[in-house]
């Protein structure tokens, strides 16, 4: 044993190695609360003291959302990566890089097929650590192939958005998205096709503008933030305060925008109550 075999290699393995979630870490809500990790995982990432729902990575929330916590993920051949050869602070490329190494995922959605209390699903997933959730050319493509293969397989759709919206990185790109993604979610309605959303905090921008209001039923999560443009984007263009609970999930709720707000704890019961009753409909 050496300072080569004590330090160096496990620091390297460190950096090359794959790790799982450590199951003895502590998570720091919003309120300052330190939560366990596996109180984490039995309150489905919802803060006991204060009722945070936190975001979730999208692997997590598959597993919180699914039966056995199994589900089998759907492959999507990425495209061209940076079609402006854009930089501000970074390159394009390098945040690209960045964020597949801090997320371990392709891009901003993941796409899956799973079961919800036994029932078949199509899922969409956001993972908003992933630049901010945000919608580019391999976000569309996801949606797409998830709208495809619902349509093939005749199964439900269900697309959980988190989204800063449009990637201003790939331009008019990433906003010819919205026409895309809208088109993609027809089909599956044309179909006759239950598609429900479930909007996850922050629902917004480009991507509340388009799919994600668009569900047969829209359930939003508790404490979501939903909206298009930013508070002092409006405040500023209307020369108005606008109330403090403005574009959370409770208010879009008392103004018909949403059909309901669920707690985390009960979205799963809700989901499948929602598909049974529309395969009756149908
Ligand atoms: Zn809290």
Redesign the pocket.
């Known amino acids: 044993m050496n300072w080569l075999t004590n330090y160096i290699k496990p620091k390297l393995e460190s950096l090359v190695k794959k790790r799982d979630v450590p199951k003895n870490l502590w998570i720091k ?3 300052s ?1 330190m939560i366990y990790y596996k109180d984490y995982e039995k309150s489905l990432g919802v ?1 006991n ?2 009722g ?1 729902h936190m975001r979730l990575p999208a692997e997590t929330r598959l597993k919180f959302l699914l039966d056995d916590n199994k589900y089998e993920k759907i492959k999507v051949p990425s495209t061209i990566v940076d079609p402006l050869s854009f930089k501000d602070k970074k390159r394009y490329k390098d945040r690209i890089k960045q964020a597949k190494r801090k997320t371990k995922e392709e891009d901003a959605v993941v796409i899956a097929e799973g079961k919800i209390e036994g029932k078949n699903v199509i899922l969409a997933v956001f993972d908003f650590n992933f630049m901010g959730g945000s919608m580019g050319i391999n976000v569309g493509n996801s949606i797409l192939k998830a709208s495809e293969i619902s349509v093939k397989k005749n199964l439900p759709l269900i697309i959980i958005p988190s989204s800063g919206g449009a990637r201003m990185q790939e331009g008019i790109l990433s906003l010819m998205q919205m026409p895309r993604t809208i088109a993609a979610i027809q089909s599956v309605k044309k179909n006759k096709i239950p598609y429900i959303v479930v909007l996850a905090d922050p629902t917004t921008g480009g991507v509340c503008a388009s799919f994600a209001m668009l569900g047969d039923i829209l359930i939003a999560e508790k404490g979501a933030t939903i909206g298009f443009a930013g508070r002092r984007v409006i405040e500023q263009t209307i020369k108005e305060t606008i109330p403090d609970n403005f574009q959370t999930s409770d208010y879009l709720l008392e103004h018909g925008m949403v059909d309901m707000v669920v707690h985390r704890k009960d979205l799963k019961n809700k989901i499948y109550k929602i598909l049974k009753f529309l395969e009756k409909k149908n």
């Open positions: 809500c919003q309120c609360t803060c003291e204060c945070t």
